[in-house]
């Protein structure tokens, strides 16, 4: 069983900064990809960026390439999603995921795997 808490949240402007935490429980956090997601109420939730239990491997989604850069500490049972260079069409709830899966973990559903309970971002123009 893993329980994930994100934070880092918040309102900033366009072309600004924010970083993303997810804080997880449990012994075997190093044993799990670990990825973020977002939602917003008119779309889909997408696949933002995952990481492998090592840190070794990273995928992004390629609206993100670049500006984005996911990580993780396996000793403080935390990852990180490094956002800069934020645009407005960035803006959605935040999500944390978790599963032992690496290759298809962009397809995650939220029956599956582990889930934080989100965090806003919102980007102003």
């Known amino acids: 069983q893993v329980q994930l808490v994100e934070s880092g949240g918040g309102l900033v402007q366009a072309g600004g900064s924010l970083r993303l935490s997810c804080a997880a429980s449990g012994r075997t956090f190093s044993s799990y990809t670990m990825a973020w997601f977002r939602q917003t109420p008119t779309k889909e939730r997408e696949f933002v960026a995952a990481?492998?239990?090592?840190?070794?491997?990273?995928y992004y989604a390629d609206s993100v390439k670049g500006r984005f850069t996911i990580s993780r500490d396996n000793a403080k049972n935390t990852v990180y999603l490094q956002m800069n260079s934020l645009k407005p069409e960035d803006t959605a709830v935040y999500y944390c995921a978790a599963d032992t899966r690496l290759y298809t973990i962009m397809a995650l559903t939220t029956s599956e795997g582990y889930w934080g309970q989100g965090t806003q971002v919102t980007v102003s123009s």
């Open positions: 990481i492998s239990w090592s840190g070794g491997h990273t």
